[in-house]
């Protein structure tokens, strides 16, 4: 549960030698990219080969890569890119990627891929034809205009005068210029780790089953997903990691073995302690499916937090840093209920500290009214740092 990496960066720049896993590869892309050891000259040379070659690439070209790429991606996949992304704009993406594909050597491809993707996934959804792309449920936008200002779509809607017109329209936005202006700023943001740093270990791995030796790891530093699909990430880092030879479907895959889904269907629930079982109890009370659904994560985090006991060596520590969840306008309590599950599976718990988010930088908005008096929303701004300590000469406590 590395995310795009940050944590492991902070771990270089503390001269230790970290070792991230997660199921997302964009997370993965991501965290290569921020933690290996950049040529910068190479990389300067490379981005601007490869912006040369786009711009010079006829548009015929572009639209026959277009038809290659269709023909080796299933129907699924085939559908999806044609529902998000307009055909002007798929040509020039499948030459963006063709480009990026030959660089042979791994990490300067992943930087590239990279900025490729992050010229999809933004906010206002880039150069696909999503609106609000990033961490929520994407829309299509319903009035399209080319990056000349060209209606493409939705004529007949702007004949409709209403006050939603411009949170339903989007302007396309050049491609290659996208991917130059990105280009630049993520190679000035280059960091300047030191060259004898311990080689960082980024791999896909599921924390419900960390491929990793007991008595084996120093120090665990994550941030779990919230519960309930708070944040849907691979829901969103589809839109580009369609392009890097995934297909919907596969994906689809990965999202079921996402820690905070929704889909309890063949679940392996835990047996959970008495104030965790009683949380769920609320909200089941409120709403049975929303109830299963929170007691998967639960037993999630059970899985979780057993295997961080058996890596850890004895004396040594795991931080978790997650915040609650609002379902049906219940708090998940999350902070508590790890805690007890935490102790319950042989922990200590020395400590827990708050951590207050800034309501405005926050990615998901938690309910329009904003109200500072209302607890549950105080509570959503804050995020819970927990101490786990395996202690010396302890056993496990609640058993597999
Ligand atoms: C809150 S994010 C971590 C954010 C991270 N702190 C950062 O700075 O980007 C949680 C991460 O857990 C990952 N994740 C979810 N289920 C997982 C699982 N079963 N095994 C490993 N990672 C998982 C998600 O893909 C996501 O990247």
Request: aromatic residues 8%; contains cysteine; glycine residues 8%.
């Amino acid at each position: 549960m590395m995310g795009s990496g940050t944590t492991l960066v902070e771990a270089l720049l503390a001269e230790r030698k970290p070792i991230g896993f997660d199921t997302d590869p964009l997370a993965i892309r991501i965290a290569k990219a921020k933690t290996m050891d950049l040529d910068k000259p190479k990389v300067l040379e490379t981005g601007n080969a490869i912006l040369n070659s786009v711009y010079q690439r006829p548009i015929d070209q572009r639209d026959q890569l277009r038809e290659e790429y269709h023909s080796n991606w299933d129907s699924n996949t085939s559908k999806f890119v044609n529902y998000w992304f307009h055909s002007k704009t798929q040509g020039d993406l499948c030459t963006l990627m063709n480009e990026i594909r030959r660089i042979p050597d791994e990490t300067l491809r992943t930087f590239f891929e990279i900025i490729f993707s992050a010229i999809i996934i933004t906010k206002s959804g880039g150069v696909s034809v999503a609106l609000d792309l990033a961490h929520t449920r994407p829309h299509r936008a319903k009035i399209l205009h080319d990056s000349n200002g060209d209606i493409l779509w939705g004529k007949e809607k702007l004949d409709q005068p209403s006050a939603r017109l411009p949170f339903l329209s989007k302007k396309l936005r050049p491609v290659f210029d996208e991917f130059s202006n990105r280009f630049q700023r993520n190679f000035a943001n280059l960091p300047d780790l030191k060259t004898d740093h311990p080689i960082p270990e980024i791999k896909y791995g599921n924390a419900k089953n960390i491929p990793l030796a007991e008595n084996s790891i120093d120090l665990i530093v994550t941030s779990p997903p919230y519960a309930s699909n708070a944040i849907d990430y691979i829901r969103a880092h589809k839109f580009s990691l369609i392009w890097m030879g995934f297909s919907v479907n596969e994906l689809a895959q990965r999202r079921s073995r996402t820690i905070g889904g929704e889909s309890t269907a063949g679940m392996k629930f835990e047996k959970l302690p008495s104030y965790t079982r009683h949380v769920i109890q609320g909200i089941e009370d409120c709403d049975p499916k929303k109830g299963r659904v929170l007691h998967r994560y639960y037993s999630e985090m059970t899985q979780v937090l057993r295997e961080m006991y058996r890596i850890l060596k004895p004396g040594k520590v795991a931080i978790l840093v997650v915040g609650s969840s609002n379902m049906r306008g219940r708090d998940t309590e999350t902070g508590e209920c790890l805690t007890e599950i935490g102790r319950k599976i042989g922990f200590d718990v020395p400590a827990i500290g708050i951590r207050n988010i800034d309501r405005n930088r926050r990615m998901m908005p938690v309910g329009a009214k904003l109200s500072k008096d209302s607890q549950i929303q105080k509570r959503m701004h804050q995020e819970f740092v927990i101490g786990f300590l395996k202690m010396i000469g302890e056993g496990l406590g609640i058993a597999g």
